[in-house]
């Protein structure tokens, strides 16, 4: 009986591998390394490198380990480069969804839970979104998200009608960031973390845009949450759909709070010695000054907690990035 964590090669897919396997649970892992590095994986999980776009292979995959429940993780998860290619950003995340689901309900796999994105709600007008705030994507990686979660929600619904319900729950969340292990790092070139990191190497500092914001400092506050706690929530999520348990359909896990840019930059300069002082430079065209999401149903069903300070999210992501 084991699990499977699609994109399991992937910065947040290798965190849930570890924690699953930590907390006792065997972990199975299908990613096509698109993104994802294969050293992530332990040697002793079960790895099929393919897409989840093939469905048959997926399908004869689960069977093979009994699997019994999935959590999916695996996807196009560049927001910025959606727009640019959003029929990119459909194959993998909508059409691939689909195909996982149609391989599940073939081997009669019957639990889900959803690496889903807090970009579902676009720039909302409001400083703390709750799982009940209007959802109004604004780049087709958030829009196929959502897409991700409807096909979820018709599929528990079809399978209710046919008595065979898939138990599912999505999971949303804006900036991932640390590192629980010295030996996963945040690869992208996209995210924010690895952009700074690479920013202070080159010997140039790094630049806040706009210092003029209505919050406590003046800079924007966004959301950052720790990858392994994000981690050990997919991981309760789990062990409580295979107890059997009701679970909402949407959880945020957010830190309630956010963390101001400045924070963030100043803790990175902290952590990789530089003399650099950040530049300051003008607000950037629809940064809204604070978005974060709110974590209290989470808390209460699936012990979400923020665990971790501003610094230790900062030096965990350093300590693990590669040195050029």
């Not at 910025?80 to 290619?85: M, P, Q, T």
């Given at each position: 009986?084991?699990?499977?964590?699609?994109?399991?090669?992937?910065?947040?897919?290798?965190?849930?591998?570890?924690?699953?396997?930590?907390?006792?649970?065997?972990?199975?892992?299908?990613?096509?390394?698109?993104?994802?590095?294969?050293?992530?994986?332990?040697?002793?999980?079960?790895?099929?490198?393919?897409?989840?776009?093939?469905?048959?292979?997926?399908?004869?995959?689960?069977?093979?380990?009994?699997?019994?429940?999935?959590?999916?993780?695996?996807?196009?998860?560049?927001?910025?480069?959606?727009?640019?290619?959003?029929?990119?950003?459909?194959?993998?995340?909508?059409?691939?969804?689909?195909?996982?689901?149609?391989?599940?309900?073939?081997?009669?796999?019957?639990?889900?839970?959803?690496?889903?994105?807090?970009?579902?709600?676009?720039?909302?007008?409001?400083?703390?979104?709750?799982?009940?705030?209007?959802?109004?994507?604004?780049?087709?990686?958030g829009e196929s998200k959502l897409i991700?979660?409807?096909?979820?929600?018709?599929?528990?619904?079809?399978?209710?009608?046919?008595?065979?319900?898939?138990?599912?729950?999505?999971?949303?969340?804006?900036?991932?960031?640390?590192?629980?292990?010295?030996?996963?790092?945040?690869?992208?070139?996209?995210?924010?973390?690895?952009?700074?990191?690479?920013?202070?190497?080159?010997?140039?500092?790094?630049?806040?845009?706009?210092?003029?914001?209505?919050?406590?400092?003046?800079?924007?506050?966004?959301?950052?949450?720790?990858?392994?706690?994000?981690?050990?929530?997919?991981?309760?999520?789990?062990?409580?759909?295979?107890?059997?348990?009701?679970?909402?359909?949407?959880?945020?896990?957010?830190?309630?709070?956010?963390?101001?840019?400045?924070?963030?930059?100043?803790?990175?300069?902290?952590?990789?010695?530089?003399?650099?002082?950040?530049?300051?430079?003008?607000?950037?065209?629809?940064?809204?000054?604070?978005?974060?999401?709110?974590?209290?149903?989470?808390?209460?069903?699936?012990?979400?907690?923020?665990?971790?300070?501003?610094?230790?999210?900062v030096d965990s992501a350093w300590a693990?990035?590669?040195?050029?």
């Amino acid at each position: 009986m084991s699990w499977l964590v699609t994109g399991g090669a992937g910065y947040i897919g290798a965190h849930v591998v570890r924690a699953l396997t930590e907390a006792g649970i065997a972990p199975v892992v299908v990613d096509d390394l698109s993104s994802g590095i294969e050293a992530f994986v332990p040697a002793d999980v079960p790895f099929l490198h393919a897409s989840i776009l093939d469905t048959d292979a997926v399908e004869a995959f689960l069977r093979e380990h009994g699997v019994v429940g999935v959590i999916h993780c695996a996807g196009y998860k560049y927001a910025g480069e959606s727009v640019k290619f959003p029929l990119v950003n459909y194959k993998a995340n909508v059409d691939g969804t689909r195909s996982l689901l149609e391989a599940m309900e073939r081997a009669d796999v019957r639990r889900l839970v959803f690496s889903s994105s807090a970009g579902v709600y676009g720039n909302s007008g409001v400083e703390f979104v709750t799982e009940t705030t209007p959802t109004v994507p604004e780049s087709p990686y958030g829009e196929s998200k959502l897409i991700g979660e409807w096909l979820i929600r018709d599929q528990v619904i079809a399978t209710e009608m046919a008595g065979a319900p898939l138990a599912a729950t999505s999971l949303r969340y804006f900036n991932v960031v640390g590192s629980g292990y010295a030996d996963i790092y945040d690869a992208s070139p996209h995210n924010l973390f690895p952009k700074v990191f690479f920013t202070i190497e080159s010997g140039r500092a790094p630049q806040i845009n706009g210092t003029d914001y209505p919050t406590p400092d003046g800079t924007c506050v966004r959301d950052y949450v720790h990858v392994s706690d994000l981690a050990a929530a997919h991981v309760v999520a789990a062990q409580r759909l295979d107890a059997g348990d009701t679970l909402e359909p949407i959880y945020n896990l957010g830190s309630g709070s956010g963390t101001s840019v400045r924070e963030i930059v100043e803790a990175m300069v902290e952590a990789t010695g530089t003399d650099k002082e950040p530049l300051v430079g003008p607000r950037r065209p629809g940064d809204p000054a604070k978005i974060v999401a709110d974590g209290t149903l989470a808390a209460r069903d699936l012990g979400w907690a923020m665990r971790h300070t501003v610094q230790e999210m900062v030096d965990s992501a350093w300590a693990a990035h590669p040195k050029a």
